[in-house]
Nanobody, 122 residues
Framework: QVQLVESGGGLVQAGDSLRLSCAAS????????MGWFRQAPGKEREFVAT????????SYADTVKGRFTISRDNAKNTVYLQMNSLSPDDTAVYYC???????????????WGQGTQVTVSS
């Protein structure tokens, strides 16, 4: 039922920061664990970050830990991904997703956005 739309992607230079947004509609995201995943061309979709329904806990992939921060504003029905110290390795399409479970596994996420492109140049 919930629809997710990502935004905020773009072209940045290595070392720059970017903030992605995921706007939800049709359902209150407060009932979902929310996550961010990313996929580079020719590669599998990989876990980036996830946050509990009440934002009491968050988990991150080792590749982004310390650089990325996931947050949510349930009143605005929006999830964010703050990305700092970006490198070319972060270049990918970033997807927002909703899950009934707190999980890092893509298979547990029932709803997905269309993705937003993040490109980091050297």
């Amino acid at each position: 039922q919930v629809q997710l739309v990502e935004s905020g992607g773009g072209l940045v230079q290595a070392g720059d920061s970017l903030r992605l947004s995921c706007a939800a509609s049709g359902r209150n995201i407060g009932v979902y664990t929310m996550g961010w995943f990313r996929q580079a061309p020719g590669k599998e979709r990989e876990f980036v970050a996830t946050i509990t329904r009440d934002a009491s806990r968050a988990s991150y992939a080792d590749t982004v830990k310390g650089r990325f921060t996931i947050s949510r504003d349930n009143a605005k029905n929006t999830v964010y991904l703050q990305m700092n110290s970006l490198s070319p390795d972060d270049t990918a399409v970033y997807y927002c997703a909703a899950s009934p479970l707190y999980s890092v596994g893509a298979s547990t996420y029932n709803y997905w956005g269309q993705g937003t492109q993040v490109t980091v140049s050297s």
